[in-house]
């Protein structure tokens, strides 16, 4: 099946500093990427729809402001962690469908592991 | 967004079929049912997905009867590598082009 990639697996950063996760579909192409978040133990959570050459769509309750999404090119997503805070640390989780039709499969990336000190 | 219901945990032992069952009374006309499954600290993997009546692949079946308000993920002979989360979505064409919302899913521990 198709195959989607995020960078980096992990990262470590300080308090207030700056974090960027890549998303790539790396054998087809994604007019839509999906971003999630998941707590230890919970479920994942929907945080924001990656539209390629136009904005992002987030969930409520998501700040778009603090969680940057760039979705630059058909194979590639970007979420920023802004100022980051401890609170942020957790578990992001990229999706995209491989297809337009509703039915499609969605895959997902490996995730990456934020840990904010 | 059509909401699932599962049972929050499941444990089995191997050898044995499994059958993982998700409630979704309010499912669309249009809604498809699939099933993924999340190992710790993993993105979480396609299973199966169906519309109606019987689906079957290499690793799983999935059941849905006629009038589509449940599902039943069925994975024969399990092994101690099944051991992960499975989450059942409801989606379709009416529900935001393929945004897939999370239920709380089902945690199966198969034991030796």
């Known amino acids: 099946g198709a195959v989607v990639s995020q960078h980096p697996s992990w990262v470590i950063c300080k308090s207030g500093t700056s974090v960027k996760i890549e998303c790539r579909s790396l054998?087809?192409?994604?007019?839509?990427m999906f971003w999630y978040r998941q707590f230890p133990k919970q479920s994942l959570m929907l945080m924001a729809t990656?539209?390629?050459?136009?904005?992002?769509?987030?969930e409520q309750g998501v700040e778009k402001d603090k969680f940057l999404i760039n979705h630059a090119s058909l194979t590639l997503s970007t979420l920023t962690v802004t100022s980051a805070h401890p609170e942020d640390s957790s578990f992001y989780i990229c999706?995209?469908?491989?297809?337009?039709?509703?039915?499609?499969?969605?895959?997902f990336g490996p995730g990456t592991r934020l840990t904010v000190l | 967004l059509a909401k699932t219901t599962q049972p929050i945990s499941m444990d089995s032992y191997e050898g044995q079929e499994v059958n993982i069952t998700c409630s979704h009374n309010?499912?669309?006309?249009?809604?498809?049912i699939t099933w993924y499954q999340q190992f710790p600290s993993q993105g979480p993997r396609f299973i199966i997905q169906?519309?109606?009546t019987k689906v079957t692949n290499e690793v799983a079946s999935l059941f849905i009867p006629a009038d589509r308000k449940s599902s039943t993920l069925s994975l024969p002979r399990v092994s101690l590598s099944d051991t992960a989360v499975y989450y059942c979505?409801?989606?379709?064409?009416?529900?935001?082009?393929?945004?897939?919302?999370f239920g709380t899913g089902t945690r199966l521990l198969v034991s030796p």
């Open positions: 309010n499912i669309a006309t249009n809604d498809y």
């Open positions: 990656s539209n390629e050459g136009s904005k992002a769509t987030y």
């Open positions: 979505l409801v989606g379709g064409p009416n529900t935001g082009f393929q945004k897939l919302v």
């Open positions: 054998d087809f192409q994604a007019t839509t």
């Open positions: 169906g519309y109606k």
């Open positions: 999706s995209a469908p491989d297809g337009g039709a509703a039915t499609d499969t969605q895959y």
